[in-house]
């Protein structure tokens, strides 16, 4: 069974990067989309992107000027940074394994709370 | 910027049925938007539900089933348990991206 788990600082200063990384046991990377998903507190989902294994991606159309995804097969880790960031970056972030270009998110890691504070 | 619409919430009796839409700012909702289902409970991670309009994962109870409805995505449960309170929450494709709708939340009473 797949398990995955963020990891990264729990506190981000506003302007900074974000930057977090999932960990997969039990699958190898391939032919999946590795995704990121977030939640602000109190808030709704919201889908950040996904990368592909072989490395393509999809970005959130309103942060994909800020958003960078990497995948590493070796370490089968995958990671999310994210630019420039303010107080509304303050969030739940999950990573989740996408099965096809049907299937968005089969398989969550139980997310990592970054809160941007100065 | 596309908009995916949830009831914001409702009720339902032990042991009825319920139905959740899921409406897109773009139009209809066809099979082509590849419509996901997820459930959440307070404090813990969305499990996903249903996959592809009406595709059920090995760990989703029969009573939960996907559908197409008036050119909305939807989510039927029908024999409600007390479990089943939760926010429940859409996903569609547009393109190769996808949006979150933004939510339902779903009490058992």
């Known amino acids: 069974q797949v398990q995955l788990q963020e990891s990264g600082p729990g506190v981000v200063k506003p302007s900074e990067t974000l930057s977090l990384t999932c960990t997969v046991s039990?699958?190898?990377?391939?032919?999946?989309?590795w995704t990121w998903i977030r939640q602000p507190p109190g808030k709704g989902l919201e889908w950040i992107g996904y990368?592909?294994?072989?490395?393509?991606?999809s970005y959130n159309p309103s942060l994909k000027s800020r958003v960078s995804m990497s995948v590493d097969t070796s370490k089968k880790q995958f990671s999310l940074k994210m630019r420039s960031v303010t107080a509304a970056d303050t969030a739940v972030y999950y990573c989740a394994r996408g099965r096809g270009f049907y299937e968005a998110a089969d398989s969550w890691g139980q997310g990592t709370l970054v809160i941007v504070s100065a | 910027q596309t908009v995916v619409t949830q009831e914001p919430s409702l009720t339902v009796s032990p042991g009825g049925t319920v139905t959740l839409t899921c409406a897109s700012s773009?139009?209809?909702?066809?099979?082509?938007?590849?419509p996901n289902w997820f459930q959440q409970k307070p404090g813990r991670a969305p499990r996903a539900l249903i996959y592809?309009?009406?595709n059920r994962y090995s760990w989703t109870p029969a009573r939960f089933s996907g559908s197409l409805l008036g050119g909305r995505a939807a989510l039927t449960l029908s024999g409600v348990q007390p479990e089943d309170e939760a926010e429940y929450y859409c996903l569609l494709s547009f393109g190769g991206s996808w949006v979150f709708g933004g939510g339902t939340e779903l009490t058992v009473l």
């Open positions: 592809n309009t009406d």
């Open positions: 039990g699958d190898s990377l391939s032919n999946n989309y």
């Open positions: 773009t139009g209809a909702v066809t099979r082509s938007s590849y």
């Open positions: 990368i592909f294994y072989r490395g393509s991606t």
